[in-house]
Structure formats: structure tokens, C-alpha cells
């Protein structure tokens, strides 16, 4: 009895190890799809309504350029600094759960004698 004790514990351990990665995998490529669509959506919306005036104006396609790398460079190196940020921590999801509840059940078929 003692030494499938000591398997369940090892198994518990185990299976608690793999969800604590699968989480911490879980919240770092969730950040990571929030960051690119932050820095891509700012992006796009600079090109909606600048978009004309370096399509007039070629000097300032470059100057778009410039900023459009400087934005995506920084934004990359926030993100990169994030995921090692998460990656010094023990992290656990905590799943949504929902409780069903039968009380009106239950009280119904109690008055009624079942």
C-alpha cells in the first residue's frame, strides 16, 4: 500500500509539473499574439490614414519605413523581455469552472415526494 502511495505521489507531481509548463506555455503565446496584434493594429491604423501622404511623397515612404522598424524593433524587444519576465515565474491557469446547481430540482421533487 505504501509504495502505490508513493507512485500516485510521484504521478501527481508529474502530471502537476506538465500543467504548470502547459500554463506557463499557454499565458506566454497568448502575450504574444496580444503584442503583435497591438503593435501590428497601431501599424495599420497609421498607414489608414497617413497612407496618402508617403504614396504623394517618396522622401516620406523612408521616413515611414524608419518608424514603422523602430516601432516593430521595440515592440519585439518589449515582447522578448515579457516572455523572460514569465518565464521566472511558477505559473498554474486557473481553468474556468462552472458549478451547476440543482437546488430548485431538488426542492421540486422533494415537495412533490420523490
Do not use: C
Amino acid at each position: 500500500m505504501d509504495r502505490d502511495k508513493k507512485v500516485r505521489d510521484v504521478m501527481r507531481r508529474e502530471n502537476d509539473e506538465k500543467y504548470r509548463y502547459q500554463s506557463k506555455k499557454r499565458l506566454t503565446t497568448n502575450i504574444n499574439k496580444k503584442f503583435t496584434t497591438t503593435m501590428i493594429g497601431a501599424l495599420a491604423a497609421f498607414e489608414k490614414y497617413f497612407g496618402n501622404v508617403w504614396e504623394r511623397d517618396p522622401r516620406w515612404r523612408e521616413v515611414w519605413e524608419k518608424a514603422r522598424t523602430e516601432v516593430l524593433d521595440v515592440g519585439n524587444k518589449n515582447l522578448r523581455a515579457a516572455e523572460q519576465e514569465i518565464s521566472e515565474y511558477t505559473i498554474s491557469w486557473d481553468r474556468h469552472i462552472t458549478e451547476f446547481r440543482f437546488n430548485d430540482i431538488t426542492k421540486k421533487e422533494n415537495e412533490n415526494g420523490h
